[in-house]
Every structure is written in structure tokens, then in C-alpha cells.
């Protein structure tokens, strides 16, 4: 994800990825729009996830994969 970090969060690849990111995560819980919801602000207001996310970016790598999930919860 941190390397389509240059695209909108919006876009069809960015989108995939956050297709795929779901999948992965239902195999273990329910992922209905508010459990989304919940884990993408904790992704920006929790130091923890936003330090660690972080890490994998020169940028603010957990804001745009807030960005990214609620653009999918609005239009996926």
C-alpha cells in the first residue's frame, strides 16, 4: 500500500488492495461497515497503529489507509 502512496486513495489499484486487505481480515471477524469504520480510526488516532503503519512510509502511510477504507465503505 505504501507504494501507491503517489495515487488516490480512490483509485481502482488502491481500492484492490483494500479489497484483498478485507478479505484477509474475514477470514477471522465479520468485516460489516462499522467494524471498517472502527479499525481505520484507530489506524489515525491510536499512537501505536499510527507509529507502527507509519514506519512503512516516508509519509503519513495511516491516514491515507484511513482515506482508503472509507472510500470503500462509501463506494465499494
Known sequence: MASCMNQSPSSDEVQQL???WKSCLEQSIVCDSEMLTCIANTYTRDNRYK????QFS??????YLYTAILHHIDHG
Not at 51 to 54: A, V
Request: aromatic share 8%; no cysteine.
Open 58 to 63: 516516508d509519509g503519513d502511510l495511516a491516514e
Open 18 to 20: 483494500i479489497i484483498e
Open 51 to 54: 507509529n507502527y503503519i507509519n
